[in-house]
């Protein structure tokens, strides 16, 4: 599993902005929100970190311990189900694994994770 998280100065990183799940067959699933604040799942590899000059930068990098999924490390994924509304498309994705469940979601735009 890789993240990207927005680095700015001396703050502490904020994010996880986009989340990687990369299976044993080395295939990527990228979860993150788009700019009408819906939860956006696509198959696709890690992008590069970049430079936003005086803004930050976004660095991307194996997810550590910052994130839910990080208890999860090597475990199978047994069951994902979806919630969303007609006019704004999918709103939050929870995936299930044998110790607990994890469940992505958008909050005003911003990814969010969380541990079940």
Do not use: Q
């Not at 700015?8 to 902005?17: I, K, R």
């Not at 969303?84 to 994705?93: E, I, M, Q, S």
């Amino acid at each position: 599993m890789v993240a990207s998280w927005r680095l700015y100065g001396a703050e502490a990183p904020s994010g996880p902005l986009d989340v990687w799940l990369i299976d044993s067959e080395k295939t990527a699933t990228h979860v993150t929100t788009g700019s009408d604040w819906c939860l956006i799942l696509e198959a696709s590899a890690p992008s590069e970190g970049y430079d936003m000059a005086e803004w930050g930068r976004v660095e991307v990098a194996p997810i550590g311990s910052e994130t839910p999924f990080a208890d999860r490390l090597g475990e199978t994924v047994r069951a994902v189900s979806e919630e969303g509304a007609p006019d704004t498309g999918r709103l939050a994705l929870e995936i299930t694994f044998d110790s607990g469940r994890v469940r992505c979601e958008t909050w005003s735009g911003n990814l969010h994770l969380s541990s079940k």
